[in-house]
């Protein structure tokens, strides 16, 4: 731990970038401390240990690339990484470059002053006053969790979660009467994985989202191999896409709004079985030209309907906004998982919910009963953390 005091930089948060700015600023010869409020590095993917929590970026991209002794060590199991592997890569991380003694754990910033007459920061935690020239605020956006004001939440008898707060524990839902209110990023990861367990699932859904499959897989020696060998080349061509990341499908120019069914047809048809978000880059003009948006949207609703047996449900879960205007989801079996018959989906998007009971939700006059509650509302994204 460093004891120069003001400190040069202090770094709020140990995920990614919190990692990632203590090494360079340490290596820059910058005095710098990170205050992170868990108790060890990950950030996001230390909160967030939901049933089903993976990336949904390929893990041969979703990791660094300022060290190439790191890239070519490291060994990643399965296409899409799963929250345990993600977590363990961090601390892999953490430990490669001794960052751990620069970082102050349990430690929540709860305010800051800046002296302009001394030009530094004053920093209050909950363990210390630390003075700094300069604060980097590494906070990510998927931390700060959204848990809106139900009516009655206290007087629930039964174990509440929430997917961006999961235990450290195994929660284990067998033999359990379990709801989730939310169908967005987190629950389309959770509830497939929780309706193996439980014996009945109910899903509440104010909005439906589009989802894609992921076609997750285990990692084949030859493609890690081929990414260790070219990681230089493929960093830079990453860094050459609008989003960031690399996919096998490349750039084009090729309009929706020329091609024909059968045409349009195939290409989604090969993306689709591929799985990823390459599927979205199809057709240059799937953001930009809404008669190409809504085609491809009636595309992935075609799946739905094909894929769920009951034409209700199917329905309910097919989105009629624009397609990939906000982020879309990456899926493993969910809407196969609407075909169990122990899973109900219950439609609140004109009422939502009444109300929380002492013994489960009441929704559209009806009340539920259930045995656990699992909170899949999502984040005070971007700016909660702050």
Excluded at 2 to 15: E, H, K, S, W
Excluded at 236 to 253: D, T, V
Excluded at 295 to 303: N, T
Aim: net charge negative; proline share 4%; glycine share 6%.
């Amino acid at each position: 731990m460093t004891d120069r005091n003001p400190l040069d930089v202090l770094v709020i948060g140990a995920g990614f970038a919190g990692l990632y700015a203590i090494h360079l600023l340490r290596e820059a010869g910058f005095s710098v401390l990170a205050a992170e409020r868990g108790s060890d590095v990950g950030g996001t993917w230390y909160w967030n240990r939901y049933p089903g929590a993976r990336c949904d970026v390929e893990s041969l991209q979703y990791s660094y690339s300022f060290d190439d002794e790191l890239q070519q060590e490291w060994e990643w199991t399965e296409r899409y990484a799963a929250q345990p592997e993600i977590l363990k890569y961090a601390g892999h991380v953490a430990d490669r470059f001794q960052l751990r003694p620069l970082i102050q754990f349990e430690t929540n910033v709860e305010s800051m002053r800046f002296d302009e007459k001394e030009e530094i920061w004053h920093v209050l935690t909950n363990v210390s006053t630390y003075r700094a020239r300069f604060v980097i605020a590494a906070t990510g956006c998927l931390s700060t969790t959204n848990l809106p004001d139900f009516l009655g939440l206290d007087e629930f008898e039964g174990d509440t979660y929430h997917t961006g707060r999961w235990p450290h524990e195994d929660v284990n839902f067998s033999g359990q009467r379990v709801g989730i209110i939310g169908t967005g990023s987190s629950a389309v990861q959770a509830i497939p994985v929780i309706a193996k367990e439980a014996k009945a699932l109910t899903i509440f859904q104010r909005t439906p989202n589009y989802s894609i499959p992921a076609h997750n897989q285990p990692l084949d020696v030859e493609s890690q191999q081929y990414a260790k060998d070219h990681y230089p080349e493929l960093r830079e061509a990453a860094q050459k896409e609008r989003s960031g990341i690399l996919s096998i499908f490349p750039p084009n120019e090729d309009l929706a709004q020329e091609a024909n069914d059968e045409e349009f047809r195939s290409r989604m048809d090969e993306r689709w079985a591929y799985g990823g978000f390459g599927f979205y880059r199809a057709y240059a003009d799937i953001l930009i030209d809404p008669n190409s948006n809504e085609r491809v949207a009636e595309y992935v609703r075609s799946h739905i309907a094909a894929t769920v047996t009951d034409p209700a449900t199917a329905a309910l879960l097919s989105p009629d906004n624009t397609i990939a205007c906000k982020r879309p989801c990456l899926d493993t079996q969910y809407y196969e998982t609407f075909n169990k018959d122990h899973v109900t989906l219950v439609d609140i998007s004109t009422t939502g919910i009444e109300r929380i009971t002492r013994d489960g939700v009441s929704a559209n006059g009806t009340v539920f009963k259930f045995d656990a509650l699992v909170f899949a509302t999502g984040f005070d994204a971007m700016t909660g953390s702050l």
